[in-house]
C-alpha cells in the first residue's frame, strides 16, 4: 500500500488556506491555548472483563511522561471464581493459573468471603519513547482550523479513476464509502471529507481516552470513535472543558494507536478493511482484493 503524505505536507496544505472569517479562524483557540503550555503527562486507564472458565478482570494503566519520555505500561489480570467450585468443596488445591504476560508477577490464590481471587502483574517500562513527537504539530494545526486529511497516497491510480466514476455516477450502493471522500468539481479525488464523517457517521460509546495535562494543569482528552460504517479513517473526540471537535487524521491515529493499541485501532488496518468493503459491496474497483474478498 502506497505511503500517504507526511505530516509535514499536510501542516503546508493548511497554512496556504485562503484566509477565514475571524469567527471560523478563532473558534478552535481552546485548542491552541492548551497546546501553548508545555504537556506534561500523557494517560490512559482501561478495564477488560471475560468470563470463561474464571472470571477475568484486566486494567491496564499507561502513563507517559514528556519530559523524560518514558512510557510505563502495567497490566493488572484478576482471576476469580466461587472458592468452592475453585478447590471442589475444600477437596483440592485451586489450579495453577498460565501467566499472559512473560516476566509478570503472580500472587497466590485467596480467598475473600467464599471467593478466590488470584492475580497477575506485568510492567513494561520503555525509555526515550518518542511516541507523541509530531502531536504539537497536528493539534497547533487543528486550533488554526478544520482541515481535511490527504488520503490521494492509499489508492492506485485505476482505483482513483474508479472512485471519480462512482462519484459521477452518485453510485448509491457504495455511498456511504465514497462520500467519505472529497472530490472537486470535475469528480477528482481531493481528500478526506470530514465534515461528510462528522456529520453521518454513527458514533458508538468508546471504552476509554487518552488524557493529557500540560504544565497549567489544564487536561485535554481525546476519544475514539466507535462507528459502526466501515471508515477510511477512524475519527477522534479532542475535548477540553466544555469545548470539542470531531478529528479524522491518520498521522494522529498512527500515534494514539501506538501509544494505546487496546484503545485505539491500527490506521493500516482500517484502511484496508474500508478497501475490502468498498470491493465487496461493489464488485470491481479494487481488484487487488479478489483473493481476500472470496475469503470474508
Known amino acids: 500500500m502506497k505511503d500517504t503524505l507526511p505530516i509535514l505536507s499536510l501542516i503546508s496544505c493548511l497554512l496556504s488556506f485562503p484566509a ?8 478552535n483557540n481552546w485548542l491552541g491555548q492548551f497546546v501553548a503550555s508545555e504537556m506534561v503527562t500523557a494517560e490512559s486507564h482501561l478495564t477488560f472483563k471475560s468470563e470463561n472458565k474464571f472470571s477475568i478482570e ?28 475453585l478447590t471442589k468443596d475444600g477437596t483440592e488445591n485451586p489450579p495453577k493459573i498460565q501467566k499472559l504476560y512473560p516476566n509478570s508477577s503472580i500472587t497466590a490464590w485467596t480467598n475473600k468471603f467464599g471467593i478466590g481471587e488470584h492475580l497477575e502483574t506485568y510492567t513494561k517500562e520503555l525509555d526515550n519513547w518518542l511516541v ?6 497536528i493539534l497547533s494545526a487543528y486550533s488554526k482550523a ?8 492509499l489508492f492506485y491510480e485505476d482505483e482513483i479513476k474508479w472512485l471519480k466514476k462512482q462519484y459521477k455516477s452518485n453510485e448509491m450502493s457504495t455511498a456511504k464509502m465514497w462520500r467519505q471522500l472529497s472530490f472537486d468539481s470535475k469528480g477528482n479525488l481531493t481528500g478526506l471529507s ?9 458514533v458508538v460509546e468508546s471504552p476509554g481516552a487518552i488524557i493529557f495535562t ?12 466507535v462507528s459502526r460504517v466501515k471508515n477510511i479513517v477512524s475519527g477522534v473526540e479532542i475535548k477540553s472543558g466544555d469545548n470539542s471537535m470531531f478529528v479524522y487524521n491518520r498521522d494522529l491515529n498512527f500515534s494514539l494507536h501506538k501509544f494505546s493499541s487496546d484503545l485505539f485501532p491500527d490506521p493500516e488496518k482500517t484502511e484496508i478493511e474500508f478497501l475490502m468493503a468498498i470491493h465487496s459491496a ?15
Do not use: M
Not at 511522561?65 to 468452592?84: G, L, P, Q, R
Not at 470530514?194 to 454513527?202: A, F, H, R, W
Not at 461493489?282 to 470474508?296: I, T, V, W
Open 20 to 27: 477565514l472569517a475571524d469567527d471560523e479562524k478563532h473558534s
Open 58 to 85: 484486566e486494567k491496564i494503566d499507561i502513563v507517559f511522561d514528556f519530559a523524560s519520555s518514558v512510557y510505563v505500561k502495567t497490566h493488572v489480570i484478576k482471576h476469580s471464581e466461587n472458592w468452592d467450585l
Open 132 to 137: 507523541f513527537n509530531d502531536l504539537n504539530k
Open 146 to 153: 478544520q482541515f481535511d486529511d490527504a488520503v490521494n497516497g
Open 194 to 202: 470530514t465534515s461528510y464523517l462528522c456529520k453521518y457517521n454513527e
Open 214 to 225: 500540560n504544565k497549567k494543569g489544564a487536561k485535554l482528552t481525546i476519544e475514539p470513535l
Open 282 to 296: 461493489s464488485k470491481k474497483g479494487f481488484e487487488r482484493f479478489d483473493s481476500l474478498a472470496e475469503n470474508e
